[in-house]
């Protein structure tokens, strides 16, 4: 009898124990490419030419739940409009394909998406802009369905510092930590991707509830702001929240961090913005890299980080957040939302019992999210809901 190879073991485990996946922006990328016409990019078939998210591959890939990101950019005029348009996209989406998707608003409801064999639907918010310095706007987006706000994307807002933006509030400002509060009120997980290193440890001190970062890596083993310090990874156990490796290339490879200066320079120069993954962005990216070959990063660097990041915070901290679909390049092996068991074979390789990957796929971010709703009943119960504002807060 063939003995069963690593791959085989670990489409095997996640069977059982499906991937819960951080952040992936089908959304915004349905809205760049098409306008959100969903029969023009139907991802109940095959979408590898235009996306790196479709359903075939997610069946391929063993992901069981999914936080599909509503984000929208910081620069828009008027971003809350726009982030309830990411919200429809993803509830027409889950209305369109009911045997392969299921809206998810807590802990029960994905393991009960897992019972069932569908892909539990979450929503996460990326950027605290989304809800224009405004508690009740945040209220009203759990309300919604969303279940995690990232407190920045890459700039900075009014309360808190981006990691890719000049500091100005030095971490939280007191409106700031109202918004953390808030969250934890409301049963919102608190996203500390993207966000300065200032502003996870004020969030840290801020928080009640277990946060996530949704999609970040290890700063010791990369060395790019997005990343997570060690310091951080440290609180994590006594928080009882979760780092959620991501494979974006730039930030997990440190050749790639100064591949992606220079190119998102480049970008800037043809007018285009530098997160920007329409066909006449791409086409940009390629005649640069055909001129200078990007570094690739592989499967087993972002290994790498999980090993580190499983050293210093442990493995019930542990989880994956690909960020397909918001990234113009992926890892070699880890293309597109397929890729995930090729990730569990290394581990498996390493030495990762079925035990650990267990945690890191399903088990640590279920336990998360019905942590957070704990707390939220809690609070609930002892704190009616604020109306501060950022005028009467931070003047």
Known sequence: MTEPTSLDAAR????????????????WALREQVRYDLDARDVAADQHAHLHTDIPRLRAGGVGAQYWSVYVRADLPDPVPATLEQIDCVRRLIDR?????????????????RAQGRIASLMGAEGGHSIANSLGVLRGLYALGVRYMTLTHNDNVDWADSATDEPRAGGLTAFGRAVVREMNREGMLVDLSHVAATTMRDALD??????????????????H?????DDVLERLPANGGMAMVTFVPKFVLQAAVDWTAAADDNMRAHGFH????TPEAMKVHRAFEETRPRPVATVATVADHLDHMREVAGVDCLGIGGDYDGTAFTPAGLDDVSGYPHLIAELLDRGWSRTDLAKLTWKNAVRVLGAAEGVARDLQATRAASHATIESLDG
């Open 225 to 229: 702001p997005r990343n997570i310090p």
């Open 12 to 27: 095997e485990l996640l069977r059982e124990f499906p991937v819960v996946d951080g952040h992936n922006d089908l959304p």
């Open 97 to 113: 394909h009911p045997g392969d998707l299921r809206a998810a608003l807590t802990a029960a409801d994905m393991e009960a998406a």
């Open 274 to 277: 530098h997160l920007d993954t």
């Open 206 to 223: 801020a928080t009640s509830a277990p946060v996530i970062f949704s999609h970040s890596s290890a700063r010791a083993v990369c060395d």
